[in-house]
């Protein structure tokens, strides 16, 4: 118990940060993301080009800084996507049309379900439905 | 301490929570080597809920590898609920006029809140027709990108990967679809 608390709760407290962020920032906001696809207020763009700087700037550091290993021991690596175009242009496509609807992507649907949003467990249900769809359609759909 | 609560409260300029939202990057790598990323999530979810007599492949793998995925977005779940419930912020987003203007010419009210319209999430029937239906398009469509925002424009763009790049191209122009002709058509 003790063994599996300290394992997961740096986990329980970066998700923690993260949900009270996309709240604060906004960024969980219907509103702010309409704005933002009428390129009406930099505010968004500023929410992403910072986190992409920031992101590129602290891995950098890290590798300058030569720290090879993570809490718990492992050896730190920057993952690598697959590669591929199709998929990530029309599945990019498929995700943008419904986050542009709803104003919801994965990480603020469960924020606002922390929030006790009805309207976000619909959008999750919806989500893993969809999910699975994908799971059983993805050899017929274009890779 | 007034002052400090007011702060937490909020809102957060774009240069506060943009360089938190990207620390998110190196912060999963220096806790356990794991790319920062939530649709996964929804994955495991349907790995675990998967009934044995539909069994589809692309979900017969051993989630309990990825409970730290889980407990990051019960956290995040957590944090919603701090900010927007223990701390909210009583006052409206602030938009910017003509982003008032544009509500008010699709008959929206203006927002009485910072997250969300009830026009669109007050839980009636052809509300949550709308929001399940557009969730299983983010689904669908997070999981066959391999990620999302978090994914593929914060952790892809930031490790600077190809796919992560037609990812997010895909991604906004699915939203300018959306936002300028779905929007202001369906909710007319």
């Not at chain 1, 242009?89 to 542009?100: E, K, R, S």
């Not at chain 2, 939202?21 to 649709?39: A, D, E, K, T, Y």
């Amino acid at each position: 118990m003790v063994a599996a608390i300290k394992r997961y709760l740096p986990y329980l407290l970066a998700g923690v940060m993260f949900g009270f962020v996309l709240v604060k920032g906004e960024a969980a906001s219907w509103y702010r993301i309409q704005e933002m696809f009428h390129f009406q207020s930099f505010h968004m763009f500023g929410i992403m080009a910072s986190a992409i700087v920031t992101g590129l700037v602290s891995v950098q550091i890290i590798g300058l800084l030569g720290r090879k290993h993570s809490l718990d021991g492992q050896a730190i690596e920057i993952p690598l996507k697959p590669s591929g175009k199709a998929n990530y242009i029309y599945g990019g496509l498929t995700f943008g049309i419904g986050w542009g609807l709803i104003g919801l992507c994965p990480g603020p649907v469960f924020a606002l379900a922390g929030m006790g949003s009805i309207g976000a467990l619909a959008v999750l249900a919806g989500a893993l439905h969809g999910t699975w769809l994908y799971g059983a359609l993805k050899d017929k759909v274009p890779h | 301490m007034d002052y400090m609560l007011d702060a937490l409260r909020g809102p957060w300029p774009w240069y506060v929570a943009g360089p938190l939202i990207g620390l998110m990057v190196p912060l999963m790598l220096f806790i356990g080597n794991r790319s920062f990323g939530i649709s996964n999530n929804l994955r495991h979810l349907c790995a675990i809920t998967q009934p044995k007599q539909v069994e589809v492949d692309f979900f017969k793998y051993n989630w309990k590898e990825h409970t730290w995925s889980l407990v990051f977005v019960i956290g995040t779940a957590l944090g919603g609920f701090l900010a927007g419930i223990v701390l909210a912020d009583p006052l409206p987003v602030q938009v910017s006029p003509q982003t008032l203007a544009m509500f008010q010419s699709w008959g929206f009210a203006a927002p009485a809140s910072q997250m969300v319209p009830p026009e669109i999430f007050s839980p009636t029937v052809r509300n949550l027709t709308l929001l399940f239906a557009s969730g299983v398009l983010v689904g669908f469509g997070t999981r066959y990108a391999g990620g999302c925002t978090s994914g593929h424009a914060i952790t892809g763009l930031s490790t600077l990967q190809l796919g992560s790049l037609y990812a997010v191209l895909g991604i906004f122009a699915g939203g300018l679809i959306s936002s300028w002709l779905l929007v202001p058509w369906l909710l007319r």
